[in-house]
């Protein structure tokens, strides 16, 4: 890691701005020009959109840019492709995969999505079936995914497929880059609980992909997802804001706004959730402190746990303090939107939204798992199909 300090960081952002004025440069270039400078991701390596540098010094960058009026990346609408997508092409990717993908994905002109989940294979992903057959320097993929957010947007695709059903479920298994605008693959809409189809069916019948988009070893997808799968959990439950920011803030603001709709009960539930969201987002602090030395560990799942509870218990609390306008929603008309905007719509939206977050990127159960497992060392569940092959399981 560089010994770059925050100062050096201001010096290097103000070269930035001098070479391309926010005002007057177009966003895309400015976008590139932040990548080339190293800026975009400082913890990345110089060459990649990186400078090398401590994981806490992009907040510094942030600050500054965001003082100069710059445009932002719009982080949420390219959220897999930056959460999960790059911090494993980082790790298993070749050099040409790295230069190839990371650029265009920062700046969000290639959006990504996660073909992991299938019918039959949420929580137990490694029972997946989708197959992969080699054909020379190509692979062969027939499945079918599905809950695939951003599919419809979607230029590339991260892909775990099954590609020996003799051994083991998590053995077999080979991850993939997937272009998504070839032949076979087809995305269909799903329609949620919002009314919204954010995510999507994708069918994968004789998409041909080349060796050369391989991520890891064939038969290592099993480690390779475990690596999106922990970035994912962080990506979700360990973004940085400020105190009283994000849905906190939001339902004070309701407490503050709506004095009539108070009562001692939901007082006493707003100061318990103000001091949970507190404790969420020092926890968050220390464990990004934690990711600027080393990878994710297990302990991202608590973080996305407690984020999947603090925003169902909010959202519920921002219903009540509403009174009959929290029951309000709109139209129901089928929208495919490109990102979550939990702070943008209106409390009703906030609440049927919240309910996929104790599911999406791992459910609340199976975190409970990890955690019991993997950081607190209480005996693991029973797995009966550890040594059976994958071809012999049952379903
Ligand atoms: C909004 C949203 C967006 C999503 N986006 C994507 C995406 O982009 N890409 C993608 O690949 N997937 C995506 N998913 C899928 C998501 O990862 C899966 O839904 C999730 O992993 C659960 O799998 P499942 O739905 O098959 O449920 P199942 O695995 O069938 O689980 C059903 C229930 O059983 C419980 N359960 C299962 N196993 C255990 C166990 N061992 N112990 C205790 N309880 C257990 C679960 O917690 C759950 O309550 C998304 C989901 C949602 C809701």
Redesign the pocket.
Known sequence: MSTLTADDLRARVGELLAAHPPASTDRLEFLRARFDAGLAWVHYPAGLGGLDAPRELQNVVEAELAKAGAPDNNPRRIG?GLGMAAPTILRFGTEEQKQRYLRPLWTGEEVW?????EPG?????AALGTRAVRDGDEWVVNGQ?V????AHIARFAILVTRTNPDVPKHQGMTYFICDMTDPGVEVRPLR?LTGEA??NEVFLSGVRIPDANRLGAVGEGWKVAQTTLMNERVAIGGNAIPREGGLIGMVSQTWRDRPELRTPELHDRLLKLWVQAEAARLAGTRLRQQLAVGAPGPEGSAMKLAFANLQQALTGLEIELSGEDGLRYDDWTLRRPEKVDMLGRGPGYRYLRAK?NS????????LR?IISERVLGLPS?PRVDKDVAWKDLPR
Not at 121 to 125: E, H, I, T
Not at 147 to 150: E, I, P
Not at 359 to 366: A, D, F, M, Q, R
């Open positions: 897999i999505c996660q073909l992991f989940s294979a949420g929580s137990d992903l995914k809950w695939t957010s951003v949620q954010e995510f996929g599911i999406e990127g791992g459910t609340s159960e199976v798992n569940e």
